[in-house]
């Protein structure tokens, strides 16, 4: 029987003897174009998992919406669309800089990476600070989801505005902190040296899921506070 | 990585081959499209177009999504898995919305053809913890039951 | 590379230099199990936590139909009824058949299959066996602080109202959720990426492609059930009115989301057994499987097709007669892929030197018992028919016939097919087809009884019920037993085949893809070499063939 295992081309040595490649290939992978490749599949899938996530409250939001218009309408001016704008703009903002940072590792400029990184962290936590006053107002308002809504002027089934508005905001909210955890790894690793052009594999992979999260806002701003 | 071995991939690294020395200009001119793109939202939300408004603020919202994805997230120049992979999360994702737009568009309400009452399904927030009035018994406390019959267990 | 005409032994020939996966002498004891990457590891921690809850789940439902075997009340109340068929199906389908052929079949061959190392995000993988496992406790949790008596669908508004750890266990299937999508994504990546040099699309194994077509579903539908468990986990607790009508929501839109994800589920769980069938049937045989294209994309066809029919779970919900007209339509087109399939099978067997080996047994149990599975889902995608037959036995014995009579007699066929390579020990022949036909005919006497029992109107989900089903009822229960006993034959059979000496070929059924080129078990990279491909995966008509062992 001819055989599979024949050595493949390039590849002269046996499976224990990686010693003289790069130490961020791993083994399972011939190369570093391989590597790099396949775990940007595998973040893209990733964040087709997201997306598929978050429509599932976009669809739920939506059809509420329309079988409720006045209540989502009256709800959707109790946020506040100036503080929404702001935040808007914050998040775009930190998706360049994200791209910039990118741009930057791949580019091997070591400093803008560090700088760019940090200034994302900065646009994170302002994106952060403003909506913990937009929910504090909120909770002080009794304007809250469900049985716990006890706005003194409530229209009726407003709450189901606010249950999908604390949802997606929760959940959106929640990645900003999980993109806030992976950026400031890539920041340590950045100060280390650890990127440059020949890898920056997790940098374009946090940026990547930093602009979905940007993505979604994109969509929940006019949604929620411009359309309600 | 220059000594690569000939590979069947694309993207990525393959990008290297193009001079990024200058992208960042690009990727400004994009944020300031993005930001102009949010002030017209914006604008557009203080004219009442209807039904439309709705329309008009995704359109706009996907002009974003769409310059986030190609230059920001790197699709334009990218393998084109990566494109079919995020094309068909969105693909999927309407036939979620659109099959069940089917349904609850096309749903017939059964009403007591003296119903006077508000329309079923409204409840004021005080009316949470009490018990379900049945439909066209009590109309003024507004707790119809919604169109669709509970499913069978 | 030497052909292995004669059994390799662990201490002898050729492999002598390479000690296997089991018994790397750089990865030995309890913790290199726990925190290894290696995909052949997880994978076989996967089998014996998915056949733990397989046994699990068989208990409950031999107590079921105990319970069934007389028309009263004999040892449990109608509550404890409740939750214990709830436990059988949420078992069973969250905890043994979605992970059951992927993650644990597929994790230990496909890479083998494509000439890989590893999948392409061992670390990820070896994550979802830990989601998973705290999945499962969860549900273990859920089920004994309280159980859950809403049935594994937890339609509202019975599952926002009825006691019991149903919050719990929504996030337990949220948890286990994730297992599964960690599984697709490392899948989808590992097909495109590392097939081995020389190998396109059309020539993986139909296994593969089977799989490839699972992960999809996997990474695409599953987060919708995320969604979902969340907010009836969130309407339950803080009644936010989307899924409880008394609160301004819809009820059937709860069903429109769990079906979104759960009717692909049930693809998720029935293609990866239609690719395992695919690989033993050209095997067994030895011709080049017909069609080979042809089923490739049936598979992908059938995945796409699945995000479309939902509906069908729903003709007596109360969605709207368009929608219900809509998705009957759309309904038949699966059956479309899934005759082709069959006919393919059918075909490659049609003048081939057929083997009737354990798994090929299994394998021709399949096709009998999907056929039927199949068939009766026609039945029940036809609007009118389904009005008559919903929540009735018929729709019991047809997902059984499907899910049981399909992919787990093809967990099976896997099982003991791939067992050779996996623990490189050949197991008894006779009494694994001893067992294999007391699980076919178990099973068609515990099943057949139920379609006509559903047909004459008999309700599923009741712990008492009239008189005049007590005969079906009987037979149904006294199949059981059959089936159960079958199965604990073909167990005892491969668990003692475990106290033996290494005694597998490398190539025991003389098949033609990559992961018998390895030695059995194999070593803990797989293979010596990075390998080529040199022939196609079922290239039986090459003079080169004979059948080995």
Same mark, same amino acid.
């Given at each position: 029987?001819?055989?599979?295992?024949?050595?493949?081309?390039?590849?002269?040595?046996?499976?224990?003897?990686?010693?003289?490649?790069?130490?961020?290939?791993?083994?399972?992978?011939?190369?570093?174009?391989?590597?790099?490749?396949?775990?940007?599949?595998?973040?893209?899938?990733?964040?087709?998992?997201?997306?598929?996530? &978050?429509?599932?409250?976009?669809?739920?939001?939506?059809?509420?919406?329309?079988?409720?218009? /006045?209540?989502?309408?009256?709800?959707?001016?109790?946020?506040?669309?100036?503080?929404?704008?702001?935040?808007?703009?914050?998040?775009?903002?930190?998706?360049?800089?994200?791209?910039?940072?990118?741009?930057?590792?791949?580019?091997?400029?070591?400093?803008?990476?560090?700088?760019?990184?940090?200034?994302?962290?900065?646009?994170?936590?302002?994106?952060?600070?403003?909506?913990?006053?937009?929910?504090?107002?909120?909770?002080?308002?009794?304007?809250?989801?469900?049985?716990?809504?006890?706005?003194?002027?409530? !229209?009726?089934?407003?709450?189901?505005?606010?249950?999908?508005?604390?949802?997606?905001?929760?959940?959106?909210?929640?990645? #900003?902190?999980?993109?806030?955890?992976?950026?400031?790894?890539?920041?340590?690793?950045?100060?280390?040296?650890?990127?440059?052009?020949?890898?920056?594999?997790?940098?374009?992979? $946090?940026?990547?899921?930093?602009?979905?999260?940007?993505?979604?806002?994109?969509?929940?701003?006019?949604?929620?506070?411009?359309?309600? | 990585?220059?000594?690569?071995?000939?590979?069947?991939?694309?993207?990525?690294?393959?990008?290297?081959?193009?001079?990024?020395?200058?992208?960042?200009?690009?990727?400004?001119?994009?944020?300031?499209?993005?930001? $102009?793109?949010?002030?017209?939202?914006?604008?557009?939300?203080?004219?009442?177009?209807?039904?439309?408004?709705?329309?008009?603020?995704?359109?706009?919202?996907?002009?974003?999504?769409?310059?986030?994805?190609?230059?920001?997230?790197?699709? @334009?120049?990218?393998?084109?898995?990566?494109?079919?992979?995020?094309?068909?999360?969105?693909?999927?994702?309407?036939?979620?919305?659109?099959?069940?737009?089917?349904?609850?568009?096309?749903?017939?309400?059964?009403?007591?053809?003296?119903?006077?009452?508000?329309?079923?399904?409204?409840?004021?927030?005080?009316?949470?913890?009490?018990?379900?009035?049945?439909?066209?018994?009590?109309?003024?406390?507004?707790?119809?039951?919604?169109?669709?019959?509970?499913?069978?267990? | 590379?030497?052909?292995?005409?004669?059994?390799?032994?662990?201490?002898?020939?050729?492999?002598?230099?390479?000690?296997?996966?089991?018994?790397?002498?750089?990865?030995?004891?309890?913790? *290199?199990?726990?925190?290894?990457?290696?995909?052949?590891?997880?994978?076989?921690?996967?089998?014996?936590?998915?056949?733990?809850?397989?046994?699990?789940?068989?208990? &409950?439902?031999?107590?079921?139909?105990? /319970?069934?075997?007389?028309?009263?009340?004999?040892?449990?109340?109608? /509550?404890?009824?409740?939750?214990? &068929?709830?436990?059988?199906?949420?078992?069973?389908?969250?905890?043994?058949?979605?992970?059951?052929?992927?993650?644990?079949?597929?994790?230990?061959?496909?890479?083998?299959?494509?000439?890989?190392?590893?999948?392409?995000?061992? @670390?990820?993988?070896?994550?979802?066996?830990?989601?998973?496992?705290? %999945?499962?406790?969860?549900?273990?949790?859920?089920?004994?602080? %309280? +159980?859950?008596?809403?049935?594994?669908?937890?339609?509202?508004?019975?599952?926002?109202?009825?006691?019991?750890?149903?919050?719990?266990?929504?996030?337990?299937? =949220? #948890?286990?959720?994730?297992?599964?999508?960690?599984? +697709?994504?490392?899948?989808?990546?590992?097909?495109?990426?590392?097939?081995?040099?020389?190998?396109?699309?059309?020539?993986?194994?139909?296994?593969?492609?089977?799989?490839?077509?699972?992960?999809?579903?996997?990474?695409?539908?599953?987060?919708?059930?995320?969604?979902?468990?969340?907010?009836?986990?969130?309407?339950?607790?803080?009644?936010?009115?989307?899924?409880?009508?008394?609160?301004?929501?819809?009820?059937?839109?709860?069903?429109?989301?769990?079906?979104?994800?759960?009717?692909?589920?049930?693809?998720?769980?029935?293609?990866?057994?239609?690719?395992?069938?695919?690989?033993?049937?050209?095997?067994?045989?030895?011709?080049?499987?017909?069609?080979?294209?042809?089923?490739?994309?049936?598979?992908?066809?059938?995945?796409?097709?699945?995000?479309?029919?939902?509906?069908?779970?729903?003709?007596?919900?109360? !969605?709207?007669?368009?929608?219900?007209?809509?998705?009957?339509?759309?309904?038949?087109?699966?059956?479309?892929?899934?005759?082709?399939?069959? &006919?393919?099978? $059918?075909?490659?067997?049609?003048?081939?030197?057929?083997?009737?080996?354990?798994?090929?047994?299994?394998?021709?149990?399949?096709?009998?018992?999907?056929?039927?599975?199949?068939?009766?889902?026609?039945?029940?995608?036809?609007?009118? $028919?389904?009005?008559?037959?919903?929540?009735?036995?018929?729709?019991?014995?047809?997902?059984?016939?499907?899910?049981?009579?399909?992919?787990?007699?093809? =967990?099976?066929?896997?099982?003991?097919?791939?067992?050779?390579?996996?623990?490189?020990?050949?197991?008894? /022949?006779?009494?694994?087809?001893?067992?294999?036909?007391?699980?076919?005919?178990?099973?068609?006497?515990?099943?057949?009884?139920?379609?006509?029992?559903?047909?004459?109107?008999?309700? @599923?989900?009741?712990? *008492?019920?009239?008189?005049?089903?007590?005969?079906?009822?009987?037979?149904?229960?006294?199949?059981?037993?059959?089936?159960?006993?079958?199965?604990?034959?073909?167990?005892?059979?491969?668990?003692?085949?475990?106290?033996?000496?290494?005694?597998?070929?490398?190539?025991?059924?003389?098949?033609?893809?990559?992961?018998?080129?390895? !030695?059995?078990?194999?070593?803990?990279?797989?293979?010596?070499?990075?390998?080529?491909?040199?022939?196609?995966?079922?290239?039986?008509?090459?003079?080169?063939?004979?059948?080995?062992?």
């Amino acid at each position: 029987m001819s055989s599979h295992t024949l050595p493949a081309p390039g590849d002269t040595h046996g499976h224990d003897d990686h010693g003289h490649h790069d130490p961020n290939l791993q083994h399972h992978f011939v190369e570093m174009a391989q590597q790099f490749d396949t775990a940007k599949l595998g973040m893209w899938l990733f964040l087709a998992t997201e997306i598929l996530m &978050f429509g599932g409250l976009f669809v739920g939001f939506g059809l509420q919406q329309a079988k409720f218009p /006045e209540a989502f309408k009256a709800a959707h001016h109790h946020l506040d669309r100036t503080m929404g704008a702001l935040n808007t703009v914050v998040l775009l903002i930190s998706s360049f800089t994200m791209v910039l940072a990118v741009w930057a590792a791949q580019t091997g400029r070591r400093k803008v990476l560090i700088t760019n990184l940090a200034l994302t962290l900065v646009c994170a936590g302002t994106f952060l600070v403003v909506k913990y006053f937009e929910y504090s107002h909120k909770i002080h308002d009794g304007l809250l989801p469900g049985k716990f809504f006890h706005y003194a002027q409530g !229209q009726p089934n407003e709450y189901i505005f606010f249950s999908f508005y604390f949802m997606m905001t929760g959940l959106h909210g929640s990645h #900003v902190i999980l993109g806030m955890g992976a950026i400031t790894w890539l920041l340590i690793r950045a100060i280390k040296g650890d990127f440059g052009p020949g890898y920056y594999t997790p940098v374009d992979l $946090v940026g990547l899921f930093w602009h979905l999260v940007d993505l979604i806002w994109i969509y929940l701003f006019p949604l929620l506070y411009l359309i309600g | 990585m220059s000594h690569h071995a000939p590979s069947t991939t694309s993207g990525g690294h393959a990008a290297g081959h193009h001079d990024h020395s200058n992208d960042w200009k690009l990727y400004l001119g994009i944020l300031l499209a993005l930001l $102009v793109l949010t002030v017209v939202t914006v604008a557009a939300a203080s004219f009442d177009f209807g039904s439309a408004n709705v329309i008009i603020a995704v359109l706009i919202a996907t002009c974003k999504a769409t310059l986030v994805a190609l230059f920001f997230m790197h699709l @334009r120049h990218d393998s084109p898995v990566n494109a079919i992979i995020f094309l068909s999360s969105l693909l999927f994702l309407s036939f979620l919305l659109i099959l069940c737009i089917i349904d609850i568009g096309s749903r017939i309400e059964p009403k007591p053809a003296n119903w006077k009452g508000p329309s079923p399904g409204l409840i004021s927030p005080a009316d949470l913890d009490k018990p379900v009035v049945p439909a066209g018994t009590a109309p003024a406390a507004g707790a119809a039951p919604a169109a669709a019959p509970a499913p069978k267990h | 590379m030497a052909t292995t005409s004669t059994p390799v032994t662990h201490h002898g020939g050729h492999h002598a230099a390479h000690a296997s996966f089991l018994e790397d002498p750089q990865h030995r004891g309890l913790m *290199s199990w726990l925190t290894t990457v290696d995909h052949k590891r997880i994978g076989l921690m996967y089998l014996w936590s998915v056949l733990t809850a397989f046994l699990l789940g068989g208990l &409950f439902a031999l107590a079921l139909r105990l /319970e069934l075997l007389t028309p009263k009340e004999d040892f449990m109340t109608a /509550e404890t009824y409740n939750k214990v &068929f709830t436990l059988h199906g949420a078992v069973m389908v969250f905890l043994f058949i979605i992970p059951a052929i992927p993650a644990a079949l597929g994790n230990f061959v496909l890479p083998l299959m494509l000439g890989a190392k590893d999948v392409a995000f061992p @670390r990820l993988n070896l994550a979802s066996y830990y989601v998973y496992m705290t %999945g499962a406790i969860m549900a273990l949790t859920a089920i004994l602080t %309280g +159980g859950i008596d809403t049935g594994w669908t937890f339609y509202t508004p019975y599952s926002t109202t009825t006691g019991g750890a149903v919050t719990l266990m929504t996030f337990s299937v =949220f #948890v286990l959720g994730f297992s599964s999508i960690f599984t +697709g994504i490392n899948f989808v990546a590992t097909v495109h990426k590392l097939r081995a040099p020389g190998m396109g699309w059309f020539d993986l194994p139909l296994f593969v492609w089977g799989t490839y077509a699972t992960a999809i579903i996997q990474v695409l539908a599953t987060p919708v059930l995320a969604i979902t468990l969340l907010l009836l986990a969130f309407e339950r607790m803080f009644q936010i009115g989307i899924f409880d009508a008394k609160l301004g929501g819809d009820p059937v839109l709860f069903q429109h989301f769990f079906w979104f994800y759960s009717h692909p589920a049930v693809y998720i769980m029935i293609l990866p057994g239609m690719a395992i069938i695919s690989e033993i049937i050209p095997t067994f045989s030895k011709k080049h499987i017909f069609g080979y294209r042809a089923i490739a994309f049936s598979s992908v066809a059938i995945a796409l097709i699945s995000f479309i029919v939902w509906g069908h779970h729903m003709f007596t919900s109360g !969605q709207s007669q368009l929608a219900a007209v809509i998705f009957s339509f759309l309904t038949f087109l699966v059956a479309i892929p899934s005759g082709i399939k069959v &006919f393919n099978w $059918v075909a490659t067997m049609y003048r081939g030197s057929i083997a009737l080996d354990t798994p090929m047994l299994y394998a021709i149990s399949f096709l009998l018992l999907f056929t039927i599975g199949g068939l009766t889902g026609i039945f029940l995608g036809a609007l009118s $028919v389904d009005i008559h037959l919903h929540d009735t036995y018929f729709i019991v014995a047809h997902f059984h016939y499907v899910m049981m009579g399909g992919t787990v007699i093809a =967990f099976l066929a896997g099982v003991h097919y791939w067992w050779p390579k996996m623990f490189g020990r050949m197991y008894n /022949e006779t009494w694994a087809r001893i067992g294999c036909i007391l699980v076919f005919f178990g099973f068609n006497i515990t099943f057949l009884n139920q379609f006509a029992m559903g047909a004459k109107g008999m309700p @599923r989900r009741y712990y *008492s019920y009239l008189d005049q089903f007590q005969g079906n009822h009987i037979g149904s229960t006294v199949g059981s037993w059959v089936l159960a006993l079958g199965l604990f034959i073909a167990a005892g059979v491969l668990l003692a085949s475990l106290r033996k000496k290494y005694d597998a070929p490398d190539n025991p059924w003389g098949s033609k893809t990559m992961e018998w080129e390895t !030695q059995s078990p194999p070593i803990t990279h797989n293979f010596p070499n990075n390998p080529v491909m040199q022939h196609g995966p079922y290239d039986y008509n090459a003079p080169s063939v004979r059948r080995e062992a």
